[in-house]
């Protein structure tokens, strides 16, 4: 073995603790010491041991951004011309290292053709010093070239990328965040990707749910992804549910959201209506505008009466979201009836929602088959909006009412509960009993939890009660559910009621 090489290759123990230590470049401290450094500069401890270049561009952008961060170079001549996307961009070594991509570009171009590659990066640092300014520096101007396949990249997108590397505060425009987060990633700019996913996860909306989210799931941006589902929890149904854009929301995210213990709705039958608008608008694309729930009942009514829609080859691939809704919590007759006349879920499902109903109403209003809160229980909703004080909405289930109420009480402050009513008391008793039994039972047992969330700087607020097991009578104080109280700034609220009748 030459000399040369075994130098290379010698260790050495170090000190009392008898740690191995590298004698020569690029390593010149202890393992123990190396494993920490690297893990301070986020590298990789045996990829750098492998490739120590890495180590060398991490050592070269903490440089350039203590020594040149506020440093004017408008008017100095480019060190490198990229050249991408069918131009030739001019930049410089200061600004080009915040881009850990065009780093390795341009090392890459720098080491070609010289025998001591580490040797000429010193010699760039040195010749880069803030107190050798007057000295020319040594580095030859490169050129360097990247090719970009990701659609989503545009010339504009990679210009406002490129510009950040020269200015922070560079505004970003909706209609480009897309490229620009792309071309951040392209070019491992973290500090640029990051302040283009704060700006999605700030403008989610119908129009632009399904884009971020997707592009959440390609760039592996766990923070933009969550911030899509929590957003569209709370807005399908009140929100995205009444746009044509809901055609565009993807099958795996639905599945997630209606999966989801904090999802918003103001009712079961209400999401159900989504979810039937949701495969309308999947199967007849032509139409841009949102049909009207006759059309939608109509269509799914003009299939075969043989076979339900999701036994069929079409809506086999959709039974995992069906699954997922809560067809127990539909109630009301005219409801139910709706159920059976679109010929859209098999008989088998039917039959055992149909059963569970019967077995509660001879039962005084139990419901066995519930147990869990978060997975099973009715929901019904309320959406407090700047302009109500007091909002509240009538609900009945098997012969029980319940009265569902929002106060506000000053800019910030409010206060969400549920009381049960008198069927005498009702303020329309003809539209309260028609198709509804009433319950005489003097006391209910109830399950249920109470949750408000609310958005405030892109950032959800949740409050919630605890899940709490209540006796409600028809007089006070037994009549008033436990009151949630919230302080926030956030508008509109989104407020839950879940509960399920335990067995009395």
Known sequence: ????????????????????????????????????????????????????????????????????????????????????????????????????????????????????????????????????????????????????????????????????????????????????????????????????VDVMITRLMPSTIKNFYEAGCKYKEEQLTTACEKWLEMNLVPLVGMQIHLRKIPQDLLHKVLKSPRLFTFSEFRLLKTMLLWVFLQLNYKIQAIPTHETVMTFFKSFPENCCFLDRDIGQSLRPLFLCLRLHGITKGKDLEVLRYINFFPESWLNRVTANHYHALE?????????????????????????????????????????????????????????????????????????????????????????????????WQEFRTNQIMQKFGLTKPSCKSHILKIQTVGIPIYVSFAFIFPPS
Not at 141 to 169: H, W
């Open 1 to 196: 073995m030459s000399n040369t090489h075994r130098a290379r290759l010698e260790r050495r123990i170090a000190g009392s603790t008898n740690r191995w230590r590298f004698p020569k470049q690029p390593f010149t401290g202890d393992l123990l010491s190396l494993s920490q450094m690297f893990k301070a500069l986020s590298i990789d401890f045996e990829e750098a041991l492998r490739n120590p270049d890495r180590l060398y561009i991490s050592q070269i952008q903490k440089f350039f951004c203590e020594n040149f961060k506020n440093k004017d170079i408008q008017s100095a001549e480019a060190d490198v011309i990229l050249e991408c996307l069918g131009f030739k961009w001019e930049l410089h070594q200061p600004q080009l290292f915040q881009s850990e991509t065009l780093a390795k570009l341009y090392l890459k171009a720098l080491m070609q053709g010289t025998t001591y590659p580490l040797r000429e990066l010193e010699e760039l640092l040195r010749a880069q010093s803030p107190k050798k300014t007057k000295e020319k520096s040594p580095a030859k101007r490169m050129i360097i070239s990247l090719k970009i396949n990701d659609p989503l990249v545009t010339k504009v997108a990679f210009a406002t990328a490129l510009k950040n590397l020269y200015v922070s505060e560079v505004e970003i425009n909706l209609e480009d965040v897309l490229g620009v987060l792309a071309s951040a990633h392209i070019l491992q700019f973290s500090g640029l990707f990051q302040r283009c």
């Open 363 to 459: 039962n005084g209003g139990d419901m066995d088959q519930l147990k869990d809160l978060n997975t099973q229980a009715v929901r019904f909703g309320l959406l407090f909006n700047q302009e109500n004080t007091t909002y509240s909405k009538m609900i009945a289930v098997y012969g029980f009412f319940f009265k569902i109420t929002g106060l506000r009480h000053d800019t910030t402050s409010y206060s969400f509960y549920m009381q049960r009513i008198k069927h005498t008391d009702l303020e329309s008793p003809f539209v309260a009993y028609e198709h509804k039994p009433v319950s005489l039972r003097a006391a209910r047992l109830v399950k249920y939890e109470i949750r408000a969330q609310a958005l405030v700087d892109g950032k």
